[in-house]
C-alpha cells in the first residue's frame, strides 16, 4: 500500500501551507512558529508523508517517531470499521474506576505480551509526560514506604504534606543525565536537560545531575577510550548519590533513556546500563529506564534495554510515541490514580499494530534495514569526510552529524531535520529499500557540496 | 435514545465484576484498588451506564464528569461511520510542527467558537493536567519576559537554567487555594490541596496556599457572613503575595476553580473572583481560572466563570473532561511545545458535541433541571434535616452532604458517589425527567433510616 517514492511539486513549505500558516497566526492569532508545514494526512501513506502542496515526501521522523507503522494501515483502518470498536472511541472510561469488559483481554494482548523481563505489573497512561510524572511519584512513594518499614505516615507526614511542607513532601530527589529529555511537565522537567529553550523561565528542582557518556563512535572502534569516560560518569553517579544524601535530598530513583533521544542520539554500552542499574540497587535508589522514544522496535527488538541482555533491566519502564497509548511496567503495586488512566481506544490500535509487527515480522525487518543504514552512512561518511561525521545506531535508530549548510535541501524530502544532525526515527515499515531510496538521495545532494 | 430508567439485576459491584477483579488483580498482577465495577459500554446509552453484571445505573458522575452528551450518542456513532473522519483517528499527528489540512477550519468551528471573553489563542494539550502544567509554564515565562523587558535572557540565565538553578529556573511561584485541585503531576500537584492521598511522599515546591472562602449554604441567606469571610480570604491573598516576595519567591500567577471540584463542591461569589483578578492585576500576577471539571456547560453556561459578568474573566482558562480535548485559553503567545499537543480526533468529537449542545438547547436543558435539582434538595433537606445538610450548585453541578451511613445504598443506583456527600456531575442531557427519577429514588433511601 506504500507509494513507489518522494515527489515534489513545490519547494516546501509549498504556496499552500503558507497560506494556512499566514491563516492560523493573523486570523486565528494561534502560535504557528514551530510548524514545519501541513499535511495532508489522508493521502498520506506507509513511509510518505504527503503535504497539503501535493508534495510526497519519505518521511523518516514520523511525528517525532510517533507513527509505529506508517500512515493509514490497512489493518488500522479496518478496525475502525468494525463496529464492535466504535464504544471504545465515543465512551471515554475513567480507566481507574469503571474499566470496560474487555479491559483484561486488551491488556494481555497488549501490553502485557511485550512485558520487558521481570516486570508484571503495567500502568497505562496518556502521554510520555504523565508516564514519566508518574512513575517519579512511583519511585517517591517506593522509597518513603521503604524509610517508613512497618509503620504508616505519621501525623506530621499528613499534616505536613497538605501544605507543600516536609516530611510529608520530602525532600528527595531524582538523579538524571546531561542532555537527558524526559518530558516538559514541572517534574518531567528537572529531569531534561537537552535544550535551553525547554527549561528557560521554569522553576525547577535541586536534583543531581550526573554526566552521560561522550563517547566515540563507531563504538567498536574506541572501546577503550569509551569503557574509561563510562566509567568516570559511573563514578561520578555515585559521587552525586553521596553528595545528595549527605545535603538532606536522597535519591529516590536514577531515570536514563537507553539511547539519549533530543539530547543528540547519545549512545553508552550495554555493561554502563548494567553497572549503572547495579550501583541504584547498591545505594537503595529504583532505576527508572524511560523507553518512550526508544520502545516499541526501532532499534530492532522491542525494546532497546533487550540490547542489555539482562533478564532484570529495571524496576520501572515507561513508553509513549509508538505504543500509541502511554504507560509505564513497574513491580510494585502504588496509589498512582487520574480522570482517565491513558485512553482504551489507544491500546485497541495497540493489539492492532503488535499483530502486524509479529505477523510481517517487522522487528526482523527493521533489524536489517538498519543495518543497510548504517552500513550506508558509514560509507557515505567515509566518502564526505568534511561534510558527515559520528554515524551511529542501533537498528533504524541512527544518526549522522552534518556540517549545518548541508542539511538544508534534504529537510525537502525528508518530513523533518535537526540543525546539525539527521536523526532517523522512521516507521517499522521502513525496509531496505526505503534505505536505498534515501542513500541515494543523499548522495545526490553531498554531491552538490 | 436514552433507556426508561435504572434496572437492578444484582448487588453492585454483581459477581463478574467481582471476578474480573480477581482476575485483573491476581492473574495479571494489576492495581485494581480504586475499580468500581467492569461496564458494558456498548449497552451504556444516555444518562445509563450499564455494568457486565447486566445492572443499569442512572449515572449521575459519568466517568469523573468527563461525558459530555451521555453515553453512545447517536452523532458521535454516526461521526465514526464517515470515512472522511478515519484518518484522524489513524495517524495521530505532531500537532506543533506538522497540523492536518483541516487544522484551522476544525479549531474555527471548536474551541474558537467557545472562547472566553477576551481570549483568542488557544493551546490544545491532551489532558488537565498538561493543561495545567504547561498553563503554569506560560505564566512564568509570561511573568519573566515582563521582567527582562527589552533584553533576551542573559549568559547567566542560560547556562543555569541547563543545571535547574535559578536565575534561569527561577524562583517563581504560583498561588493557590486551600481544598483545589489542579491534577497531579508535579508542578499541578504543587497547587493541590484537596486529599493527603494525592500529596503524600510526593516532593514538592514551597508556594504560597490562600484559604478558600468556606461559606454557609444556600448562599443568598448567608450573604452577609459568607462576604466576610469572601473579604478575609483575599487580604490573605494579598498578605501571600507580599510575603512570597519578600521570601524572593514572587507569585507569578493565581490559579483558581470557579467552584472547587474535587475539594468537596465549594461555591464563591462572583464579587469575590472579580475581586481577585483585580488583586492579581494589581501585583503582577497572571490570573488562570481552571475549568477543567466546569467547564463544557455543566453550570447552565459554557464556562462557570461566565456566571462572574466579567468581560475580562482571566488571563487563562484551561480546560479538559467534558470538552474531550485539554488545553488552554490565553492572550500572548508562549513557547510551549510537546509530541502531540492534543488529540485532533478528540477536536472532531468534540465538534461534533458543540453542535448537539446547540441543536438541543442543551445549556438552557441544563440550567432548566440545575433548577430542579437544587430546589429538590432543599426540599429533602428540610425534610430530612438529620440525614442531609448543605445542598449547593450551579446548573447541574450540585452537591449535597449527607450522613456517612445513607450515602451507601446510593451508590447502588448511582454511578458513584464519595464518602461525605454525593456530587453530581450528570451528562449535559440530564433532563429534569431524570432529576424527578433521582429524587423519587432519594427519597426512597431516605425514608429508610
Ligand atoms: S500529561 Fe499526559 S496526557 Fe496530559
Redesign the pocket.
Known sequence: FDYDGPSMKTTVPGPRSQLFVLLLNFVFSQNVGAVNFFCNYEESRGNYLVDVDGNRMLDVYTQISSIPIGYNHPALLKLMTNPNNLSTFVNRPALGILPPENFPDKLTESLLSIAPSGMSRVQT???G??SNENAYKAMFIWYRNKERGQSGPSAEDISSCMVNQGPGCPDLSILSFTGAFHGR?LGCLATTHSKVIHKLDVPSFDWPIAPFPRLQYPLEEFSRENAQEEARCLEEVEDLIVKWRQKGKPVAGIVIEPIQAEGGDNHASADFFIRLRRIAAKHGCAFHVDEVQTGGGCTGKFWAHEHWGSDDPADIVSFSKKLLT?GYYHKEPYRIFNTWMGDPSKNLFLCEVLNVIRRENLLEEVARSGKALINGLYELQAQYPGLLSRARGQGTFCAIDVRDDATRPLCVILGGCGDRSIRFRPALVFKEYHVHLFLNIFNDVLTQF
Request: hydrophobic letters at 30%; charged letters at 0%; proline letters at 0%.
Open positions: 497512561m496518556a502521554c509526560s504523565c511537565t502511554g
